[in-house]
């Protein structure tokens, strides 16, 4: 199963300026006194939950405001993407088709708003290499552990990969008994992805790995 930002899509191709207009509209529309945070801290939040990455931009806030701004975030990336402005990482689409290829039934399991995975697959035709898109939104998971272990029960899977690129990728696959495969392209650092089984540099990679390499 693939974590989707920052795994297979590229999300501060749209999440730049989604976070720039989101902040504008803090100030100008629910009058927040609120300066744009730097990119290392903004970059930071990519892969959270709503709830966590609010929490840690606007600290002290009402959830309720929190609520508001992922809706004006939402609104910002998913224009973005309708204007061909997001973009996979580089070899996504050919390791896809391979590995559905090889009859390997493929998930995601984002912690992110199911609209938002809906979009970024379906701008990208990416709809037909998968079996289910799992997201926070779709089924209010607190945790990315929690919303990979109802994928797991759900689908009876008592083997797998688990891959994504931070530390709460690592930790769902861990805790539900899958391999974890760390990314060292997207958002999470080699200090982060420590407890993976392995960590790969480019998604290609993937295809070698002993445990998918004999598949098809």
Known sequence: MFDLDGTLFDAWSVAREAFAATFRRLRSEAGIGVDLPSEAVLRAQLGKTYAEMWAALLPGR?????????????????????????????????????????????????????????????????????????????????????????????????????????????????????????????YGDAAELREADVTIEAPQELLALPVLAGRG
């Open 62 to 186: 009402e959830l309720a405001l929190y609520a508001l701004a992922d809706a004006w975030m939402y609104e910002a990336e998913l224009a973005l993407i309708r204007q061909g402005k997001g973009r996979l990482y580089p070899g996504v689409p050919e390791v896809l088709q391979a590995l559905t290829e090889r009859g390997l039934p493929l998930f995601i399991a984002s912690n992110g708003r199911e609209e938002y995975v809906a979009a970024v697959i379906d701008h990208f035709d990416l709809r037909r290499h998968f079996v289910d898109l799992y997201s926070a939104g779709r089924f209010r998971t607190a945790t990315k552990s929690a919303l990979v272990a109802k994928l797991r029960t759900t689908y009876g899977l008592a083997s797998g990969l688990m891959v994504g690129d931070r530390k709460s990728d690592v930790d769902a696959g861990r805790e539900n008994g899958f391999l974890t495969v760390g990314c060292l392209y997207g």
